[in-house]
């Protein structure tokens, strides 16, 4: 149980471009789903928290307008990043959970900004 | 074990041997913890969790351990294998109600065949 799918695994684009990613919760619903930032070598940065129906709570230093997070079901949250250029490039990394289940992770979003 | 610096701090191991990884947590609040293992190019996995009130928990092959005095956490992986090959995290929740957790740097197994 506690899977969590994330879609796509890998998006290459151009700069300027706008490029949302899916995360989903597929056999719990997720009160709670979280985003997170890696980069090689180190370890998750939290970028932003989202409670079903609510707005999203973000991290200091993220920008909310560059970052759009919605969770509109307790089995979907959404992540776009608007307007991405190559300084956006990185391993994007949703995890969802609830009260009986601790943060599990999807597979990660390898966006490559050109 | 965790360290402060660049690098990931790593850990080498003969295949059958015993491992076992350190994490030094930050707050004395934190009444939750987790262990995640990642491999490369994935997501964290879900490997094993201890609340506060206790001092050990075991699943398969694995055990962590738990020392709030001197706020420490161990994951000890018995008989390695080389798939257990990975980066391994340790996550502390502490107490806030949005299930929020806050990483350490990680550390990197290698498990040599």
């Known amino acids: 149980g506690a899977v969590v799918s994330q879609h796509p695994s890998r998006v290459i684009c151009k700069s300027g471009t706008s490029v949302k990613i899916e995360c989903r919760s597929l056999?719990?619903?997720?009160?709670?789903m979280f985003w997170y930032r890696q980069f090689p070598k180190k370890s998750l940065m939290l970028m932003a928290t989202?409670?079903?129906?609510?707005?999203?709570?973000?991290e200091q230093g993220v920008e909310k307008d560059k970052f759009l997070i919605n969770h509109a079901s307790l089995t979907l949250s959404t992540l776009t990043v608007t307007s991405a250029h190559p300084e956006d490039s990185s391993f994007y990394i949703c995890s969802a959970a609830n009260s009986n289940q601790p943060q599990h992770f999807g597979d990660g979003t390898r966006l490559s900004i050109l | 074990g965790e360290s402060v610096g660049l690098h990931l701090p790593t850990l080498s191991v003969q295949e059958g041997d015993n491992s076992i990884i350190n994490c030094a947590y930050s707050n004395s609040a934190s009444d939750y913890f987790i262990w995640y293992k990642q491999e490369s190019g994935k997501g964290p996995q879900f490997i094993i969790d201890i609340r506060s009130n206790m001092d050990k928990r075991q699943g398969q092959r694995v055990t962590v351990l738990l020392n709030k005095t001197v706020k420490h956490l161990s994951l000890q992986i018995a008989a390695t294998q080389p798939g257990d090959s990975a980066v391994y995290f340790c996550?502390?929740?502490?107490?806030?109600?949005?299930?929020?957790?806050?990483f350490g740097k990680g550390t990197l197994l290698t498990v040599n065949p």
């Open positions: 989202s409670n079903e129906g609510s707005k999203a709570t973000y």
């Open positions: 056999d719990f619903q997720a009160t709670t």
């Open positions: 996550a502390e929740n502490s107490g806030g109600s949005n299930y929020k957790l806050t």
